[in-house]
């Protein structure tokens, strides 16, 4: 009855609950599905892999699946941001846009509406190139760290706030980009010990293959095409 409340229509201080309204809600909990049991992992781990393998009939079948077993909207909701990051990421910046308003919009309407927001954003995800190249950046920055320790800012990226900065060469020998053509110039930004070590390494699928050629074109050493 809540949910068939939140979707209803409203006439003043009357809430008004058709007989097609309330069909329509029981349908979508006709399911069983055990939230911490198998199931629910098996469910939505085919979900997440259907998308990821960019088969959108199977996404939305598992989707469907989800719904109609009643699984939380905002857990699907985050799933699919999750994916938009880890599995289009560049491929498709635009996923990640999608993803999130997708959530915001099946949080504000509810179900049964709810159900075509995700419906739409789970499709856009299964159809995008697929790239998995921000996971992997972000992965092996943290691993050099725990690694090689918090090695220290150069100090040319330093910013020298006080006189003593200053006198101790914090910001010496920092080039502005925005003054060189292209607003580029080559610095090195990692510390010392790291020399020109590569973190991003860019596929060549969706708009990811457009910032391949950029980065190779202004770090011609460090991207080679």
Request: proline share 5%; no cysteine; hydrophobic share 40%.
């Amino acid at each position: 009855l809540e949910l068939a409340a939140d979707s209803a229509d409203i006439q003043g201080n009357k809430i008004l609950i058709s007989k097609s309204l309330l069909d329509e809600v029981i349908e979508t909990k006709a399911l069983p599905h055990d939230k911490a049991g198998d199931k629910h992992f098996d469910t939505i781990s085919a979900f997440i892999k259907s998308v990821r393998a960019s088969d959108p009939d199977a996404s939305v079948y598992w989707l469907a699946r989800l719904l109609l077993a009643g699984e939380d909207l905002m857990f699907i909701a985050r799933r699919l941001v999750i994916l938009a990051s880890e599995d289009i990421g560049l491929a498709d910046p635009r996923a990640l846009t999608i993803a999130v308003s997708a959530q915001q919009a099946a949080h504000f309407v509810g179900m049964p509406e709810a159900r075509i927001i995700l419906s739409e954003a789970t499709i856009y995800l299964a159809s995008a190139p697929k790239s998995n190249s921000a996971y992997k950046a972000i992965n092996s920055a943290m691993s050099e760290i725990k690694s090689s320790g918090e090695n220290p800012v150069p100090l040319h990226l330093r910013n020298p706030v006080t006189d003593l900065m200053s006198q101790e060469k914090y910001g010496q020998g920092y080039r502005y980009a925005h003054d060189y053509p292209d607003h580029f110039v080559r610095t090195e930004n990692l510390p010392g010990n790291l020399g020109t070590k590569e973190f991003y390494l860019p596929g060549n699928l969706g708009y990811e293959k457009f910032i391949a050629e950029r980065l190779n074109k202004w770090w011609k050493e460090e991207y080679k095409e």
